[in-house]
T-cell receptor, first 118, second 116 residues
Framework: GAVVSQHPSRVICKSGTSVKIECRSLDFQATTMFWYRQFPKKSLMLMATSNEGSKATYEQGVEKDKFLINHASLTLSTLTVTSAHPEDSSFYIC??????????????FGPGTRLLVL | AQTVTQSQPEMSVQEAETVTLSCTYDTSESDYYLFWYKQPPSRQMILVIRQEAYKQQNATENRFSVNFQKAAKSFSLKISDSQLGDAAMYFCAYRSADFGNEKLTFGTGTRLTIIP
């Protein structure tokens, strides 16, 4: 149980284009999902908290208009990197919190998406 | 703001031996959760073990156990009978128990190498 998927696993795009990354909780409902960014050999940096049916909460320094988050259902959140530039190249990871019974404080992570902007 | 410190950037252990990874944290809260996550070369973050701060008993999951010292704000991870598959980056993480403050604060990680 508690499986989170991400799609795509890796994407290469041209500078100036937009890229959408999907995060799905496969066997549980998640009212809250999280988006992280991880640079090589570094820890995870929280970008935003995605809440189902409401606006995402962004961390300080994260551009809302550049990293669009939509959490339209209890099992799906999307991150769209708009007008991507080479500095946006990174590893993006989502996580989801199980809204049901059990360990609701625990975040389960997706396998990550490697974005390369040329 | 809470901070999490992992003072060992790298550790190595002989296969079948025991290794302890250290983690300290700073918080003014009395109720919170602590986690150890493992990130193997695939980069999939995997939950290893969780600890509720209000529980005095140390959490245990098979070969993995923690030494939770609340007063010292210390949360170390012990891996017994180390296996090759344990090789990974290990991240310690803190989460407030406050409803609505769900973000995880991660340490900088410890890279564990298993020597055959």
């Amino acid at each position: 149980g508690a499986v989170v998927s991400q799609h795509p696993s890796r994407v290469i795009c041209k500078s100036g284009t937009s890229v959408k990354i999907e995060c799905r909780s496969l066997d549980f409902q998640a009212t809250t999902m999280f988006w992280y960014r991880q640079f090589p050999k570094k820890s995870l940096m929280l970008m935003a908290t995605s809440n189902e049916g409401s606006k995402a909460t962004y961390e300080q320094g994260v551009e809302k208009d550049k990293f669009l988050i939509n959490h339209a259902s209890l099992t799906l959140s999307t991150l769209t990197v708009t007008s991507a530039h080479p500095e946006d190249s990174s590893f993006y990871i989502c996580s989801a919190r199980d809204s049901g019974v059990g360990y609701q404080e625990t975040q389960y992570f997706g396998p990550g998406t490697r974005l390369l902007v040329l | 703001a809470q901070t999490v410190t992992q003072s060992q950037p790298e550790m190595s252990v002989q296969e079948a031996e025991t290794v302890t990874l250290s983690c300290t944290y700073d918080t003014s809260e009395s109720d919170y959760y602590l986690f150890w996550y493992k990130q193997p070369p695939s980069r999939q973050m995997i939950l290893v073990i969780r600890q509720e701060a209000y529980k005095q008993q140390n959490a245990t999951e098979n070969r993995f156990s923690v030494n939770f010292q609340k007063a010292a704000k210390s949360f170390s991870l012990k891996i017994s009978d180390s296996q090759l598959g344990d090789a990974a980056m290990y991240f310690c993480a803190y989460r407030s128990a406050d409803f609505g403050n769900e973000k995880l604060t991660f340490g900088t990680g410890t890279r564990l190498t298993i020597i055959p």
